[in-house]
């Protein structure tokens, strides 16, 4: 009798073919996103899509700045990018953090690259443009703590009588922090938590606040009536998810990191010891209101600050505009830094 073959079947869940799926290429739900720029998921995988091209330090000759990358910290991979421009004497140096919500953005984005080159030639200065850590995988205050582990890095390269290259022409009693946006919360923090240890035999002379990202629960007039085109770099609901990303677990935009004149933050505001401050402001940007308050609250403190209001112009328009208006401005602005950090 010929034996009958049976044909055996087995019967799959619809839905494992999707599970693999996800398992290979997905991390779940995303969770938070801001368009082209992060995508933070459920397991906490995060995406940051390069829309903003990434360059090595090489410049042309022509400009007449050395560019290099040097590591700091190779433990947090924090590393700083120098800009030195040809003089004849040593020169302030100017530790700079750049923007990005604390949760995107690099020392070696072109954009920065380019600005920073011609800050450095125009204001007559050193910069130590710092790539710290970002949110969410380290949110603040890491950001912070990587700009105190870059002051007191100088402070060992200056103890040490350094002979890097950078080093010949620096200053190191005439050191000032700055940063754009996020990254000028980060030098006015850095700055906060330097004034009860200072960095000898680094002197730290103040700080350039370049439109500084600050946020509160109560929104600003500008925060709520200023109208942002769909290219912006910053809008409202950007700027409230860069600060669920930011802060530590459980906190709101009233955290003294993210409003400094919140109830508790202003009565630190005055007993603290402030550098001299300069605050540049754009006309059309959210955060102008907040930017005003704030160096009004420096001054009512009694704190030197001055600031400076730029028309026309929206947030971080000095690395992300190439209109005319833009570039006329950032020379006003570039203006405004080199006599700030030689008066």
Known sequence: MRRRRMATTIALDPSFSLQIGRGLNQHGAVIEEIEGLIKVYKDGHVERPQIVPYVSSALPPELGVTSKDLVIDKFTNVWARFYVPKSNQKLPLVVYFHGGGFCV???AWGCYHEFLAKL?????CLIMSVNYRLAPENPLPAAYEDGIKCL????QEA??????WWSKQCNFSSVFLAGDSAGANIAHNVAIRLCSNNPHPLTVKGSILIQPFYGGEARTNSEKNMVQSPRSALSLATSDTYWRLALPCGTNRDHPWCNPLGKVSAKILEEMRVLP???????MDILKDRNLEFSAALGKAGKKVEYELYKGVGHAFQVLSKSQLSQTRTNEMIAHVKAFIYQ
Do not use: H, P, R
Request: net charge neutral; charged share 15%; aromatic share 4%.
């Open 120 to 124: 450095a030639v125009k204001a007559s």
């Open 277 to 283: 401050t300069l605050v540049c402001i754009s006309e």
């Open 105 to 107: 953005g690099s020392a």
């Open 152 to 155: 007191m890095w100088l402070k």
């Open 159 to 164: 103890l040490n009588g350094s002979s890097e």
